[in-house]
């Protein structure tokens, strides 16, 4: 069993587009994440969720919307897909928030034409 | 202002070759926590290990092993005897008093049959 899946592991799509991944885990955990990694592999924090509630909002375009429709599940959805949006998008999650101890799924890379 | 920098971008070492990944911080919290993730070729990030600020005794796992010094503001992680499936890019992190984890940029370990 995957303890992080995110679905799909490829996006390729043009830009205007609108596209969502989703993330699952089965630990149990109780705050999840959504991490972007760029081309250099740098690792930037989106979103964290913790029961569902959101506890961390970087600066991140509002194009991005995450979701979460209950602690096993955190979403991510892009409006209006850009080509810098390029990048392997990491959902992760911890049993508590911030412990710095997380658990990430495969990541999805996205492509934007 | 935290701050976590790797700054060897590359390394590329032949099997059994011992190799030592550095990782320099900044912080002024006097309680923080080091990490080191690795992320294989297959992409997804592996926990490897999670050390507080007050605890600089050296661990050692199997092949693995980090030197915590803090009069150096250092968390180094050495590899001994390395084999091909080391090869990865390792991140070192840090987490201070605002919760958020602080990555660095990276290094990329090749070790070569």
Redesign the interface.
Known sequence: DTAVSQTPKYLVTQMGNDKSIKCEQNLGHDTMYWYKQDS????K?MFSYNNKELI?NETVPNRFSPKSPDKAHLNLHINSLELGDSA?Y?C?SSQL???????????SRLTVL | AQKVTQAQTEISVVEKEDVTLDCVYETRDTTY?L?W?K?PP??????LI?RNSFDEQNEISGRYSWNFQKSTSSFNFTITASQVVDSA?Y?C?L?GSN???I?G??T?LIIKP
């Open positions: 250099k592999k740098f690792l924090i961390i392997v990491f992760a928030p911030n412990t710095g101890e997380l658990f990430f799924g495969e990541g | 926590y990490f993730y992320q297959s992409g997804e990030l592996v926990f999670r890019v991140f992190a987490r919760y958020q984890l990555w940029a990276g990329k």
